[in-house]
Nanobody
Framework: QVQLVESGGGLVQAGGSLRLSCAAS????????MGWFRQAPGKEREFVAS????????FYTDSVKGRFTISRDNAKNTVYLQMNSLKPEDTAVYHC?????????????????WGQGTQVTVSS
């Protein structure tokens, strides 16, 4: 398994932007599909975005399409989530996830490694 550490969360006004980062340990990062999930208070964890091992394929949940962008830098063992036009309903703890796979995946049950999460709060 790979160890994941998220950063970049914070408090932002509606319409603002944040960029989340997820740093992964290990030498085999390039063989991992990566994803971002979020969990709001009282709600279940939900899929946000995912990216294939080489960045060639990306997938988003409908509510963030056109606002969020997932990317990765395999030389830095890091995956990013650029979040623009943030809304109060984006408020949640955002978790990075990884799974050794050469195909893009999006189901929460497909990912075996998880970070502790970073809080994103969007004020109205």
């Amino acid at each position: 398994q790979v160890q994941l550490v998220e950063s970049g969360g914070g408090l932002v006004q509606a319409g603002g932007s944040l960029r989340l980062s997820c740093a992964a340990s290990g030498r085999t990062f390039i063989s991992y599909a990566m994803g971002w999930f979020r969990q709001a208070p009282g709600k279940e964890r939900e899929f946000v975005a995912s990216i294939s091992w080489n960045g060639g394929s990306t997938f988003y949940t409908d509510s963030v399409k056109g606002r969020f962008t997932i990317s990765r830098d395999n030389a830095k063992n890091t995956v990013y989530l650029q979040m623009n036009s943030l809304k109060p309903e984006d408020t949640a703890v955002y978790h990075c996830a990884a799974e050794r796979s050469f195909r893009i995946i999006s189901s929460i049950t497909d990912f075996g490694s998880w970070g502790q999460g970073t809080q994103v709060t969007v004020s109205s």
